[in-house]
């Protein structure tokens, strides 16, 4: 291969990739969470100015409004359009996979490829790849840091936990989990000076967060969230039993998706060979990462949302890959590499029997909903059927002028109500729990079927 076009094929490659996943989803609508981090934020910016840079209670996540703001510029040159927020991210997604290659380079040389196929088979990656979320910029920038680490190169690492604080307080927590890493990694060497240069480097990331929420406090008096906040109940801490539960789904959440396939292999490589002397920085990160995710989500209610554990699922790839390239021989590699990947990426067509809530966000699954919803969109315009006289749930439940970014506040209802002739049920909506299951089963009659190779979109009339 030509040296030139070699030295140019990592960016090459993450082009196209940024390019052909902007293809596949410019006129995805908003799902779940990015209603409101890609819509409904940047939405009130517009409608309402700045100002003082943060946004009222009722949208107010408790993390930094970067994101929104980021978005907003684009809204604001190219105007609103959904393919402008996918737009938006492709920067992140080009960033992320020329990180992936990088790091493969550096550490695999001439088998780089290897990690990034693994990536690409990841089914909680590829499922949120295509959204319009910040958890895909703080990823990128979290394999920024790595690369940062791996190459000793301070800009990087700087440059990644500014962007990760910049985005939550849970990017800010896997930046300081890079720092916790880097500081025991080096223990044994490590004196006042050596010290002060790594926890500078993260000095600058940790007095954005800081000086947010020293702000947001003064101006709202609030941090994190507030009693009347829609997320109030989410932070509400569990009883015993609860804890119980809140641990057992830590553990799914952990190994959900397929993951626990990487997991099942590292085990029987740790348990044949031992942990290869390459490994160990990043699996002493994963090991912080998931104390300090643990102490944020098991004693709360509602936190244990599955794109939180993004960041411990591409580390487990890493950790995976090092491991598989250190200490298997030429000859067993390719078998467990591809047994493992193939295994793997078999989970991308796994889905939840229906009373089960499926992580549709992180879920490849999900993709087939946006073509199910626009053709549903088609039948109710077709039969002359309004949105009010529609019920349906989380996330279809939002405003057009939220959902697509339209000029309308139009919308379904909330819930199925006996004055709403119609109701709109998929396997999306998880709010649709067995009991409203069995009253449509009761009380409707399906009219319409908008059905995939996985999941459907049903249209049902009242009785």
Known sequence: ?????????????????????????????????????????????????????????????????????????????????????????????????YSIIMLAKKLFFLEW???????????????????????????????????????????????????????????????????????????????????????????????IILIFLGYHYMQLGWIGYHENSPWAPSFGKVVLLGLVKNCIAFMIRIF?????????????????????????????????????????????????????????????ILIYMIQVMNTQNLSRRPRVFWMTIILLASFNFFKYPSQISHPWDISVLHWEYYSQEKNMRSYLDTQRIALRDVSTFFPSNNSQYHIRLANHQSSMRTEPGANVPYLMLGDVHNDAKENYRDLVKKDYELIHRETGCFTSLSLYKRK
């Open 113 to 207: 490829y290897h990690l990034f196929i693994a990536f690409i088979a990841c089914p909680p990656l590829l499922g949120h790849l295509p959204l319009v979320s910040p958890d895909i910029v703080i990823l990128a920038a979290f394999l920024l840091g790595l690369r940062g680490f791996l190459d000793q190169s301070n800009l990087k690492t700087v440059l990644a936990v500014m962007i990760m604080c910049s985005m939550s307080m849970r990017g800010a927590a896997l930046g300081c989990c890079m720092m916790i890493m880097q500081l025991l990694w080096l223990r044994k060497e490590l004196d006042w000076n050596t010290c002060l240069r790594i926890v500078k480097l993260y000095v600058p990331g940790g007095l």
């Open 256 to 316: 959900d998706l397929g993951m626990i396939v990487i997991y099942a292999v590292l085990a029987w490589i740790y348990f044949k060979k031992g942990w290869s002397n390459t490994v160990k920085p990043f699996l002493l990160l994963w090991l912080c990462f998931v104390i300090v995710l643990a102490i944020l989500t098991i004693p709360y209610v509602g936190l244990m949302n599955p794109r939180y554990f993004l960041p411990l699922h591409v580390l487990a």
């Open 1 to 97: 291969m030509n040296p030139r076009f070699e030295s140019y094929l990592p960016q090459l490659i993450a082009i196209l990739i940024s390019l052909l996943v902007f293809w596949c989803s410019y006129d995805w609508i908003f799902f779940w969470d990015t209603v409101q981090f890609g819509s409904k934020q940047p939405r009130w910016f517009l409608d309402h100015g700045i100002g003082n840079g943060l946004l009222p209670n009722h949208l107010d996540s408790g993390h930094p409004s970067f994101f929104a703001l980021y978005l907003l510029i684009f809204y604001k040159v190219l105007g609103i359009k959904l393919w402008v927020a996918h737009v938006a991210m492709m920067p992140w997604i080009y960033l992320m996979f």
